[in-house]
């Protein structure tokens, strides 16, 4: 299924503020189906509750949308996808604007929280943690790693799919797609922190 794929990890983590178990269950909302219910402990349930409402956010964004239309038709159903993970690449490579912390020491910061609520995360997310982590979000630093990681994306995805070319529309699209991505992000991390001062006032 193509909401199956999870490729934001790093913006889910940059949205979810500084609780641990709010970060760890934003970290984990791609892996968690079905309603919440008293299925997970507070403050976990209302991570997975963030990440729930940034993407319904992200959807009904005009620059996402936009983003999601610059990308050729070929694509169809996995364009979401892509911009999800074009948007992880423009927050890594722009890192130094919106968070105070060098990309490498917050990378190992929040994965030392991930660890420690490793029980918590559904057993294919506690596989794919050293992965995460070690591959995946550095590779997002650049254009060849963000085109790396579609294609093995693509070869992981049992049905056939266009993955493969993802990174050429990246190249293509690019400075169009980073201004998309310049308008929604400060609008989608207040939204994300409206929501947690709500929760926690």
């Known amino acids: 299924m193509v909401s199956s794929l999870a490729m934001n990890y790093l913006f889910h983590l940059y949205l979810s503020g500084d609780d641990p178990a709010t970060l760890t269950g934003n970290f984990m909302g791609d892996f968690v189906k079905g309603p919440l219910a008293d299925r997970f402990p507070e403050p976990l349930r209302q991570g997975l ?13 005009q620059g996402f949308t936009n983003s999601r239309l610059r990308i050729a038709p070929e694509f169809g159903l996995y364009r979401g996808i892509l911009v999800d993970l074009y948007y992880d690449h423009f927050l890594a490579t722009g890192w ?7 990309l490498p020491v917050y990378l190992k910061r929040v994965r030392r929280i ?4 490793r029980s918590l995360l559904p ?14 979000i550095p590779s997002y630093l650049t254009t060849d790693g963000v085109a790396g990681a579609l294609e093995r994306m693509s070869r992981r ?7 493969a070319g993802g990174g050429r529309e990246l190249t293509r699209n690019y400075h169009a797609l ?3 991505f310049l308008e929604f992000l400060p609008e989608v991390h207040r939204y994300a922190q409206e929501f947690l001062q709500r929760r926690t006032g």
Do not use: T, Y
Request: aromatic share 6%.
């Open 123 to 136: 057993e294919p997310l506690q596989r794919l943690v050293p992965v995460i982590f070690e591959d995946m």
């Open 178 to 180: 980073q201004e998309d």
């Open 49 to 61: 509750e963030l990440h729930r409402r940034i993407d319904s956010f992200a959807q009904k964004h």
């Open 157 to 163: 995805v049992k049905r056939s799919n266009p993955l």
């Open 114 to 117: 991930v660890e420690g609520n």
């Open 96 to 102: 130094g604007q919106w968070h105070q912390e060098p």
